[in-house]
């Protein structure tokens, strides 16, 4: 019998042309649990009120999540916190869960990654339009020439193939190289494997959101200088 390396290959039940597999079973799973943990830090919000533990450790990751936008972006974190928190919310969740027995992060379905990709290629747009208008925002795929707007286009969609590719790439390796050092030794190498996933799997999340969150930034931060620059420039006399 084969060793399962990715999740949409454990099929749990099939009727005609809809397949409910792990990817799809663990993925509202980590939706349901992030949900939950979010009401049950923020239900018992009252004036005047102690919070307790879980609010506190929420509120303390917010803080570290906004001083990393702010320091990669130099703009108002609250502008990107939503969607870029969400991101490395999920993809930690879904990495870290690794190393409960029997759990599948998806993360290594490329159904997974290429999801997450194509909601930043649909982020980058929406936060630059948002930001420049959408006049403003097309004319950038025109600079410095109209004869690169194919190449810029093509920049586009290449970004989001590699953003997909690039996490679906590391962790489905871990889990390979975890299931074969599972045959060889099964008690010494797994729990060396486990350590390991736990710290790789943090760091994975944290540069795909990095990314994501440069993407973003990047889509209105040069357009935003130069409209400044004109503006400045349309007021001397």
Wanted: with cysteine; hydrophobic share 55%; proline share 7%.
């Amino acid at each position: 019998m084969s060793v399962p390396f990715n999740p949409d290959q454990i099929v749990y039940w099939r009727y005609g042309p809809f397949t409910l597999n792990a990817t799809l079973v663990f993925t509202w799973g980590i939706m349901t649990l992030l949900a939950l943990g979010a009401y049950l830090a923020t239900c018992g919000l009252r004036p005047k009120v102690r919070p307790g533990r879980l609010q506190n450790l929420l509120e303390a990751l917010l803080e570290v999540i906004c001083a990393q936008i702010q320091e990669v972006t130099h703009q108002d974190p609250g502008r990107h916190l939503p969607f870029v928190g969400t991101l490395f919310l999920f993809v930690a969740s879904s990495n870290l869960l690794a190393v409960v027995p029997g759990f599948w992060p998806p993360t290594a379905s490329l159904s997974t990654t290429a999801a997450l990709a194509i909601c930043v290629f649909v982020a980058v747009p929406w936060y630059g339009i948002r930001a420049l208008g959408l006049k403003q925002y097309l004319r950038q795929y025109l600079e410095p020439t109209p004869l690169m707007l194919p190449f810029n286009l093509i920049g586009e969609f290449s970004r989001t193939l590699a953003l997909a590719v690039r996490l679906y790439g590391n962790i489905m390796s871990g889990a390979v190289i975890g299931a074969v050092l599972l045959t060889l030794a099964p008690f010494f190498f797994p729990v060396l494997m486990h350590l390991l996933g736990l710290l790789t799997g943090f760091i994975q999340a944290y540069i795909f959101a990095v990314l994501a969150l440069v993407f973003i930034a990047s889509a209105s931060a040069a357009q935003e200088e130069k409209a400044k620059q004109l503006a400045a420039q349309e007021k001397k006399p």
